[in-house]
């Protein structure tokens, strides 16, 4: 067998430190870089990450997990300047995230050109943003054969995500920035479904314990009051974007419910904040249910009462600085320069003033040297002043602290994990206490801290995968039994048959597929039957030729009970039959999780009562068959369901919490929700209409494939009749595609383990 792959894994930047971001990840010759930043610390070249150490030109994809410039600024850089261009690289990242990219870099590159050491023009900046493809959380991207990934939900600010990689089969989990505390406005970040053999992930806070929200909520707030109170202003060095709305909401709401606060203004003083505040608008829907529901009820969060802008005139800071008390919101977030560091200068003697600082601090910036507190301060301009006014740290950055970072490390269990995104002792004392809870518990876990440009090289023992096909999946193996047969290695990805499978699996005769999945359950029979009934209508049960108990859905797929706590789904392999087969195993799965399920099973007495006087009494059942278009419906929604996530069922002038069908259809529809986009259904005329183009395809196609798929299963299923060249290859692809779907369900016992 071929020597054992390795995957590099290079930091660029973002080793051991916090700021430019970019981590190169080569495995059998394909190439991803994961994020593209600056370092706020340093300026002009070396503020970028290592990028002279890497060949550009053989990059297949570069994905940027977020918007903030440590993640994201040097993207310009590398597109135009290096010779990515040459090569066939892509760049990827969130619709939001492009979106308010667009903003940051205008502002990056408006403050960059004042200076002698701009990197680029706003030209390379317009050319380089025509070049990324924008993506939605949970869609699975294909770059080329051999490598694709699907974002998820990362939490830590719009549009932010995490990126399960697959290149070649070695599943790799980049988080990026990410927080597991659900704020006013995000949601946390999700934890993907499928183990990835490597866990890349932030260290930001070590092991670091933060305090609650509401807690440091309730500390900042009356901070904020008590400043005011003793006559002073309020600096808060943040950025135009992301953690600032945050803060945004937490003090309207403040001022609020303070009336004696009402003539005190919050200023929110960044050129970006009109334009910004449209993409929050635009992008509620990916947002928390806080903000969600407020939106419903015409509440838009996002219009402050109490916040103004400040006048956009030269000179404003000295202006404020010398008005009345207030609040002040000023970028950037780190006081380099700008309206931060001038207000910070203008307020520093004085001691009723005070400056919070609410974000991560990067080491060398002046937001956190201040935290020392030092006596005096030099200005920019050289001069040395005193500081009197208080200093605070309430973070409200949003990222993990340790105990979040070590359950979602523990959570996705991959074999190896890579701190990135953390200071050196930071990093260091995370994986010490990370290495002692795997040695307590005797897992072997090996925690990766690579420094820039030290290359980890990572091999996975040798181990391989291979899929048993056909005849042999019929054993039931158990540990230690050794199968043999034929090792079918098709970019690498290895499938195991026997021989006799062969002329099936060549497909040089009309052939028959029979696929089997096994899956383990924990819930009864009845229970399973009761799913299956609700979502198909009738099923056909009784006993196979083995004697072994079958339901069959769809007249298509046999749901076999083949041994206590296990079914197996069999069924012969064609386009339509594998997708139902596909929205069983998806229901069957589910059926733990349903809480319909948990009805049922805490009242299974009437249940089985219901049963015995035939399916009438049944909720979903459709016993006498005159609503059958509510079963179409439903199953439309079910395959629409599969590959889209969760989608709603409108009715014109239905309670918009009543999802069950009422009696008249008509303008009726269903609501296909992507991320920030979305596509409507008409039950009436099956049209789809969406304001996303991309999307509308997407559905369309899906449609497409469902009604096909119904219509074809209401006719009598003849499968066979086609001219046996097509069948053949048709067969021959579903082999592969049913042994992905496979390889996917963690319970599938056809997954056999081949030590090379
Ligand atoms: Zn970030
Ligand atoms: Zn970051």
Redesign the pocket.
């Given at each position: 067998m071929a020597e054992t792959p390795t995957l590099s894994v290079t930091m660029l930047g973002a080793g051991q430190e916090v700021g430019r971001s970019c981590c190169v990840l080569q495995y059998r010759g394909k190439t991803i870089v994961c994020d593209a930043g600056v370092h706020p610390a340093y300026s002009g070249m070396a503020s970028l990450p290592f990028i002279d150490e890497l060949d550009w030109s053989t990059v297949d994809a570069l994905l940027i997990t977020?918007f903030?410039l440590?993640?994201a600024a040097a993207l310009t850089y590398i597109t135009e300047k290096t010779n990515f261009r040459d090569g066939k690289g892509k760049v990827y990242m969130t619709h939001p995230t492009k979106a308010l990219h667009k903003f940051m870099m205008q502002d990056y590159v408006r403050m960059g050109s004042s200076t002698s050491d701009a990197l680029f023009s706003p030209l390379d900046m317009t050319m380089s943003l025509a070049s990324i493809i924008p993506i939605s959380a949970h869609q699975l991207i294909t770059v080329c054969p051999g490598i694709s990934f699907t974002p998820y939900h990362a939490g830590?600010?719009l549009g932010?995500c995490m990126f399960l990689i697959d290149i070649y089969g070695l599943k790799i989990l980049y988080t990026?920035?990410y927080s597991r505390e659900e704020d006013r406005h995000l949601v946390k970040a999700e934890i993907p479904p499928i183990r990835p053999d490597v866990l890349i992930v932030e260290s930001t806070f070590g092991v670091h314990t933060l305090e609650a929200r509401e807690e440091k909520e309730l500390r900042f707030t009356n901070l904020v009051h008590s400043i005011i109170r003793r006559n002073g202003h309020v600096l808060l060095p943040t950025f135009a974007l992301?953690r600032a709305q945050e803060l945004l909401l937490i003090l309207d709401e403040y001022w609020r419910k303070h009336p004696d606060l009402h003539n005190i203004p919050i200023y929110y003083a960044s050129g970006l904040a009109r334009k910004c505040m449209a993409v929050y608008q635009t992008y509620i829907h990916t947002m928390n249910n806080n903000i969600r529901s407020r939106f419903a009820k015409r509440d838009n969060p996002f219009v402050f009462k109490h916040i103004s802008n400040v006048p956009q005139t030269r000179g404003w800071e000295k202006k404020i600085a010398e008005g009345p008390p207030c609040v002040v919101l000023a970028s950037p977030g780190f006081m380099q320069v700008g309206p931060s560091r001038e207000l910070f200068e203008l307020w520093a003697p004085d001691s009723r003033n005070g400056v919070i600082i609410t974000g991560y601090s990067i080491e060398g910036t002046p937001a956190r040297d201040i935290m020392t507190e030092p006596e005096d301060f030099v200005t920019l301009k050289g001069a040395t002043i005193p500081r009197k006014l208080s200093v605070d740290d309430i973070s409200f950055s949003a990222?993990v602290d340790y105990s979040q970072n070590a359950e979602f490390i523990e959570t996705v269990k991959a074999q190896h994990v890579v701190l990135v995104h953390g200071e050196q002792a930071a990093m260091s004392r995370l994986r010490a206490a990370m290495t002692s809870r795997y040695k307590e518990r005797d897992e072997d876990v090996k925690i990766h801290t690579p420094r820039n440009l030290e290359t980890l090289r990572l091999s996975f023992r040798g181990e391989r995968v291979a899929k048993a096909i056909g005849t042999l999946a019929d054993a039931h193996p158990k540990t230690g039994d050794i199968l043999s047969g034929l090792l079918v290695a098709k970019d690498y990805s290895y499938t195991l048959l026997d021989p006799r499978d062969l002329r099936d699996f060549a497909g040089l005769t009309t052939c028959t597929v029979t696929q089997r999945q096994k899956i383990i359950l924990g819930v009864g029979w009845n229970l399973v039957k009761w799913h299956l009934e609700g979502m198909y209508g009738s099923i056909d049960e009784g006993l196979d030729k083995d004697g072994v108990p079958t339901m069959r859905v769809m007249g298509v797929v046999d749901v076999k009970y083949t041994a206590e706590h296990e079914l197996t789904l069999e069924w012969e392999s064609s386009s339509s039959n594998d997708m139902i087969a596909d929205s069983t195993l998806a229901l069957i799965t589910g059926i733990d999780k349903s809480p319909a399920s948990v009805k049922l099973t805490t009242n299974s007495h009437s249940h089985s009562h219901a049963h015995a006087h035939g399916e009438q009494s049944h909720p979903h059942a459709d016993p006498d068959g005159k609503s059958s278009e509510r079963i179409r419906i439903a199953r439309l929604a079910m395959f629409l369901e599969a590959h889209f996530g969760e989608i709603e069922f409108h009715m014109p002038d239905a309670d918009d919490d009543d999802h069950e069908l009422g009696e008249d259809e008509h303008g009726a529809s269903l609501l296909v929700r992507l991320d920030e986009a979305e596509a409507q259904i008409s039950l009436v005329n099956l049209t789809v209409s969406s304001a996303n183009d991309v999307l509308k395809k997407r559905v369309e196609a899906v449609l497409d494939m469902a009604l096909t798929t119904i219509s074809s299963l209401s006719e009598a299923f003849v499968s066979g009749t086609s001219d046996v060249a097509d069948d053949a290859a048709l067969s021959k692809d579903h082999v592969d595609a049913g042994a992905e779907s496979m390889e996917e369900t963690e319970d599938s016992e056809a997954i056999l383990e081949v030590i090379a």
């Open positions: 977020h903030h440590d993640h830590h600010v932010a990026g920035d992301g990222h």
